[in-house]
C-alpha cells in the first residue's frame, strides 16, 4: 500500500460495518505478516462486540483489555488486542499502552470522541492526547485507521484536528489529503 493508504479515516453511515472493514484489514495484514501487532482501541461498551464480531464473522482471535477481571490481554506480548480506550487514558495506563509497542497497526473506533477543540490543535482530550502519542509513535510503515459513523459532528476545529491526525507529524489538513474514505 502507499503512504497515503497507511492512515486513513473510514467515515461511514452508523451499522453498515465499519468493524468489519477493519476486522478484513486486520485479517490481511496478519496473513501477510503474521508478526504483526495491532492495537484496536473502542469505547468499552463496544470491546467485547468487537472481540465477538472479530472470531465469529472472520476468524479473528483477539484478547480483550477492560477494566475489571474481565479482560485477558497482555499489552506487552499479545499480538492483536481489543482496548477500552477509558480503561486507556485512565491513570497510568497512558503510559502502559504507550510502552507497550510497538504497534504496527492502531485502530481506533469511534474517533469522534477524540476531541481537540482548539482551532489548530491546543485544547486535546485526554483521548485525543492518546491517539495523537500512539500516531506519533508508529513507524514509517505503520498504520493507523480511524473509524466513525458521525466524524463531524458540526464542529470544524473539532474535525480538522481529528484529519490532522492522518498527517504525519500532524502536519495538518493538507498532509492528509486522500486520506479520508
Same mark, same amino acid.
Given at each position: 500500500?502507499?503512504? $497515503? ?6 467515515a461511514?453511515? /452508523? ?12 485479517? $490481511? ?17 463496544? /470491546? ?7 472470531? #465469529?464473522?472472520?476468524?479473528? #482471535? ?15 506480548? #499479545?499480538?492483536? /488486542? ?9 491513570g497510568?495506563? $497512558?503510559?502502559? /499502552? ?5 504497534? #504496527? ?13 482548539g ?12 491517539a495523537?502519542?500512539l ?22 476545529? $473539532?474535525?480538522?484536528?481529528l ?19
Amino acid at each position: 500500500p502507499t503512504a $497515503r493508504r497507511r492512515r486513513v479515516l473510514t467515515a461511514e453511515e /452508523v451499522g453498515l460495518g465499519k468493524t468489519i472493514e477493519a476486522g478484513m484489514i486486520v485479517r $490481511r495484514i496478519v496473513e501477510q505478516t503474521p508478526q504483526a501487532r495491532v492495537l484496536y482501541l473502542a469505547p468499552a461498551r463496544l /470491546v467485547r462486540n468487537v472481540a465477538s464480531e472479530f472470531r #465469529d464473522k472472520l476468524g479473528l #482471535d483477539a484478547r480483550c483489555w477492560i477494566a475489571g477481571g474481565q479482560g485477558d490481554a497482555r499489552l506487552d506480548t #499479545d499480538r492483536l /488486542v481489543i482496548a477500552s480506550i477509558h480503561k486507556a487514558v485512565f491513570g497510568e495506563n $497512558r503510559e502502559r /499502552v504507550l510502552n507497550s509497542g510497538p504497534w #504496527d497497526v492502531i485502530i481506533i473506533d469511534e474517533c469522534h470522541h477524540l476531541s481537540d477543540w482548539g482551532q489548530g490543535g491546543g485544547k486535546p482530550n485526554q483521548n485525543y492526547k492518546l491517539a495523537q502519542a500512539l500516531a506519533d509513535s508508529l513507524s514509517s510503515k505503520g498504520r493507523l485507521v480511524l473509524l466513525s459513523g458521525t466524524p463531524h459532528q458540526g464542529s470544524l476545529n $473539532r474535525f480538522e484536528n481529528l484529519v490532522r491526525l492522518l498527517s504525519e507529524g500532524g502536519k495538518g489538513g493538507d498532509g492528509a489529503a486522500g486520506r479520508a474514505i
